[in-house]
C-alpha cells in the first residue's frame, strides 16, 4: 500500500530556510505525480506545489521564486525546498501522490510535517 513520510519540518526565524522530504514506498514513485499541500487551523488544505512525474513543476503564486520543488527517483524521494519563509507559510505541511496518469486525483497523503515561521 502507498505510504509517504514526511520529515524535515522545524521553527525557522522570518528569511530563513528549511528543506522538507517525503519518501515514497508502496507503489512504483516514478510513475506518479507528486504534490506539497499545506493547512493551517480552521483553513483548507491549499496546493502549494506539484511535479509529475516527467518533472514538469507548478506553484502556487505565493511561494513562486521561494520554494523549489524537486524528485529523485532513484531513492524514491520528494523534496520541497523553501527560502526566504515568512510568516504566512506557517502551516502543516503534507506530501500527495497522485494516480498514475492523473494530476487529478490523490493516491495517498503522509502524515504531515510542522513548519512553523516566527518574526
Known amino acids: 500500500q502507498v505510504q509517504l513520510v514526511e520529515s524535515g519540518g522545524g521553527s525557522v526565524q522570518a528569511g530563513g530556510s528549511l528543506k522538507l522530504s517525503c519518501r515514497a514506498s508502496?507503489?512504483?514513485?516514478?510513475?506518479?505525480?507528486m504534490g506539497w499541500y499545506r493547512q493551517t487551523p480552521g483553513k483548507e488544505r491549499e496546493l502549494v506545489s506539484t511535479?509529475?512525474?516527467?518533472?514538469?513543476?507548478t506553484y502556487v503564486d505565493s511561494v513562486k521564486g521561494r520554494f523549489t520543488i524537486s524528485r529523485d527517483n532513484s531513492k524514491n524521494l520528494l523534496s520541497l525546498q523553501m527560502n526566504s519563509l515568512n510568516t504566512e507559510d506557517t502551516a502543516v505541511y503534507y506530501c500527495?501522490?497522485?494516480?498514475?496518469?492523473?494530476?487529478?486525483?490523490?493516491?495517498?497523503w503522509g502524515q504531515g510535517t510542522q513548519v512553523t515561521v516566527s518574526s
Open positions: 511535479i509529475t512525474s516527467d518533472g514538469i513543476t
Open positions: 500527495a501522490v497522485y494516480a498514475r496518469g492523473s494530476m487529478a486525483h490523490i493516491a495517498g
Open positions: 508502496g507503489y512504483i514513485f516514478s510513475w506518479c505525480g
